[in-house]
C-alpha cells in the first residue's frame, strides 16, 4: 500500500538530525513539523521569514497573523526569529540550512530539480503527483539539487550511477515502482 501524505512526511521526518536547521517548503513538506521526534532540536526555517517554526497550532492556539510562506497559521518556539524573505532566500542559498524539504514537480534522475526554489545540495523532494524524469524538462530551477527523493512508493537516492532504491513503502512491489517510475531503479 503507498503511503498517505502524512506517512511521507513521518517519513521525511526521520532524515532529521539533532541540531539541523531545515526548511521546509509550501504544501506537503509542512507537515513535516507534526512529526519531529520528541526530544529532538531541530529549526524549522520558512521561505516567507521565520526560523523556529513550531507545530501547527489548534484551538485557541491559532494566531492568524502567524503563517508560514503557504499561508498556513503555525506557531512559534522560543527563540524564533522574523526577518525578510530575501534574508530567508540567502539563509537557504547560501548553504546556512542543513536540509530543505521541498514538494517537487520533477527531478530528473541526475537530481536536476523543477521546482520554484533552488537551496544547497542537501534537498529532498516530496509528493504524490511527482515525476522522476530520465532529463530534465523546463522549467529547470537546480541542477544536480537533489539527493532524495520520498514519494508514496518509497525512497530513492540520486547516485552518479542512477536511482537507487533505498525503502519501499509497505505492499509496494520493486515492480510497481519501476513501472510508474520511468526510469531504471538500482
Do not use: C
Request: glycine fraction near 12%; charge should be negative; hydrophobic fraction near 40%.
Amino acid at each position: 500500500m503507498a503511503w498517505t501524505r502524512e506517512q511521507m512526511a513521518q517519513r521525511a521526518a526521520r532524515e532529521l538530525q539533532d541540531g539541523y536547521y531545515v526548511n521546509l517548503g509550501i504544501g506537503l513538506p509542512t507537515l513535516v513539523a507534526n512529526y519531529i521526534p520528541q526530544g529532538m532540536d531541530v529549526w524549522l526555517q520558512s521561505e516567507n521569514g521565520l526560523l523556529g517554526i513550531g507545530p501547527f497550532p489548534t484551538g485557541a492556539s491559532i494566531d492568524a497573523d502567524l503563517i508560514n510562506a503557504g499561508k498556513q497559521t503555525i506557531t512559534t518556539v522560543p527563540g524564533s526569529a522574523f526577518f525578510s524573505s530575501a534574508d530567508s532566500f540567502a539563509m537557504i542559498r547560501g548553504g546556512h540550512i542543513n536540509l530543505s524539504i521541498l514538494g517537487a514537480m520533477q527531478v530528473s534522475e541526475k537530481g536536476d530539480l523543477a521546482n520554484w526554489m533552488v537551496p544547497d545540495k542537501m534537498v529532498k523532494g516530496m509528493g504524490g503527483e511527482f515525476k522522476i524524469l530520465p532529463q530534465r524538462t523546463p522549467p529547470l530551477t537546480g541542477v544536480g539539487a537533489v539527493d532524495r527523493i520520498i514519494t508514496e512508493l518509497g525512497v530513492l537516492d540520486v547516485t552518479d550511477g542512477g536511482i537507487k532504491l533505498v525503502e519501499l513503502a509497505p505492499d509496494v512491489s520493486l515492480n510497481e515502482l519501476r513501472q510508474k517510475t520511468g526510469v531504471p531503479i538500482l
